[in-house]
Structure formats: structure tokens, C-alpha cells
């Protein structure tokens, strides 16, 4: 009888918008207006009441003004769904307290607040995606409500993001 005695491939540790942690999370079941990756701040799209969410494409649309509402959570990877990224009127969870893993586009320590991307800028071009500094095309997280639990040393690595919303 022959026994498996060697792996050929080792899973990686964390995947973008894959849970950091066993805490249980708070989300909420939303639509996906278009193809959302996992790991992307989405906002409610006020344009459609079927309850979809979007990733966020203006400034008013990560912090929310009197007309707007601000990112209400993150998307992520759930394992139980047969691709990701979801789909056009997929159901999307929206993560709105938790602890994930997102890609940060910059590099830097936690110490430092959490950006929201709305506008490609350069070779930046994940829109929902995060940012540890100021820049074209990037807005500050509502409520400091996002927070960067590691640090990264080089651009669009893995970084632990803590999410607290209401």
C-alpha cells in the first residue's frame, strides 16, 4: 500500500479579505452591484433599492456628506462560495466589525490612519482598496473606524486591518 509522503503545495497563510482571526464578525448580507473582489471597502449603492453595495468612486462616497452615506464594511473571502471575486447580483457579505487581511498599496507601520482608494491614480488601481498615507484618489476612513493592526514593508502586501462600524 502506497502513503502519501510529500506536498507539492503549501496554502498561503492569508489571502486578501480573509478573516485574521476566530472572533466572530458582524455583516451584514448585501448584492454585489458589479464584480467585488474580497477585501474591498463597498458603500450602499443609493441609486438601486435592492439593497447592492459598490465599491466606493468618489470622495463623499468613503466619507459620506448630508446627501451620501459613508463605506458601511469590507467584502470578504468566504470559502464557502464557488468563486471569488462575486458576481453581479451575488450575495456579498459586507464585514462591518472584524479583523481581516486586505492588500495595502503602500508601506508602512500601524501607527499610521487607514485611506480609502476612489480614484485610480499611477499604477494604484484598486478602487476600495487601502492606503496607509494621503494621496490623489484617496480618501480618510469614516468614523476611524479602520485601523491598521500591522505593518508592511514593501507595497501591495498583506496588512491586518481591524474594521469597527456601527
Known amino acids: ?67 451620501t452615506a459613508p463605506c458601511m464594511g469590507v467584502t470578504f473571502w468566504d470559502n464557502t462560495q464557488n468563486t471569488n471575486p462575486y458576481a453581479a447580483n451575488d450575495p456579498l457579505p459586507v464585514a462591518r466589525k472584524c479583523r481581516l487581511w486586505v492588500v495595502r498599496e503602500d508601506a508602512g507601520d500601524a501607527s499610521t490612519p487607514v485611506y480609502i482608494r476612489h480614484t485610480a491614480n499611477g499604477g494604484n488601481t484598486i478602487i476600495g482598496g487601502f492606503a496607509g498615507a494621503a494621496g490623489t484618489g484617496l480618501s480618510l476612513a469614516p468614523h476611524g473606524s479602520f485601523r491598521w493592526l500591522s505593518k508592511t514593508t514593501a507595497v501591495n502586501q498583506l496588512a491586518e486591518l481591524a474594521v469597527d462600524l456601527p
Do not use: H, Y
Not at 455583516?27 to 458603500?43: D, E, F, I, N, Y
Open 1 to 67: 500500500m502506497a502513503f502519501q509522503t510529500a506536498i507539492t503545495r503549501s496554502p498561503a497563510a492569508a489571502v486578501e479579505g480573509m478573516l485574521a482571526n476566530t472572533e466572530r464578525p458582524i455583516v451584514s448580507s448585501k448584492l454585489a452591484k458589479a464584480t467585488t473582489a474580497p477585501g474591498r471597502a463597498v458603500r450602499v449603492d443609493t441609486a438601486d433599492l435592492n439593497d447592492q453595495c459598490t465599491v466606493p468612486t468618489a470622495a463623499a462616497q468613503v466619507t459620506g456628506d448630508a446627501t
